[in-house]
């Protein structure tokens, strides 16, 4: 697991460093192209946790209520700006992007809701934050470029990067703790061997 997390956090730096090469037209789609991939190695690291995620039938249908709100939301802001984007592969980008991050923000969702320990909530704390990020991200680049945006939005993407780093650091070491508990499984009293003399 750990390099699916060196993976995600090698492709999200990336992903920052063809943004801030504003000047080229390729590196907006490489930047998109990398936060995506890094998004959807979050979902597959996600895929893992939902086999031990047992919800109440009420929150079951909650969760699905909210889901299909948030995909028709998607869907209509999709309708309302695919004419407004100059080439596919941009419009592309954005919606498997947008359509990961509604991907990550529900099973996060789900996984908190049904153990709300302190990882689950720092792993929705980190999807909130990238999804404001990239949603901030969105409104500079398509509609208005004002630095009070701009700044909020790389607050919001700091936030997400060092609570991520918290998440990964808090993961490896709850591991190495059930390794070690493996490692060293004390003996149990009906498997001790008497020594007569």
């Known amino acids: 697991m ?12 990336l992903g920052i460093i063809f943004n801030a090469m ?5 590196s907006s789609d490489v930047s998109e192209s990398c936060f995506t991939g890094a998004y959807l ?4 690291v996600l895929l893992g946790k939902l086999k031990y995620v047992k919800l109440e039938r009420f929150v079951s249908w909650y969760l699905a209520v ?3 709100i948030s995909t028709y939301l998607l869907y209509l802001i999709f ?5 407004s984007f100059q080439d596919n592969i941009t419009l592309t980008l954005m919606v498997s992007k947008g359509v990961a991050l509604l991907v990550i923000a ?3 969702f789900a996984i908190y809701l ?4 302190a990882q689950s909530i720092i792993f929705l704390m980190v999807v909130c934050c990238f999804v404001f990020s990239d949603v901030l991200s969105f409104i500079t680049t398509s509609y208005i470029h004002f630095w009070l945006f701009e700044g909020v939005q790389k607050i919001f993407q700091s936030i ?7 998440y990964v650091f808090n993961y490896q070491e709850i591991a190495t703790r059930v390794e070690r508990r493996k490692a060293f499984k004390p003996i149990s009293r009906t498997n001790q061997v008497s020594v007569q003399s």
């Open 66 to 68: 909210v889901f299909f």
């Open 106 to 108: 529900f099973f996060a």
């Open 22 to 26: 504003d000047h080229l037209s390729l």
């Open 79 to 83: 309708i309302g700006l695919k004419d």
């Open 114 to 117: 049904s153990k709300e320990t």
């Open 41 to 44: 190695l979050m979902v597959f």
């Open 2 to 13: 750990a390099n699916i997390f060196s993976l995600i956090f090698m492709l999200y730096f």
């Open 160 to 166: 997400g990067l060092v609570l991520s780093c918290i």
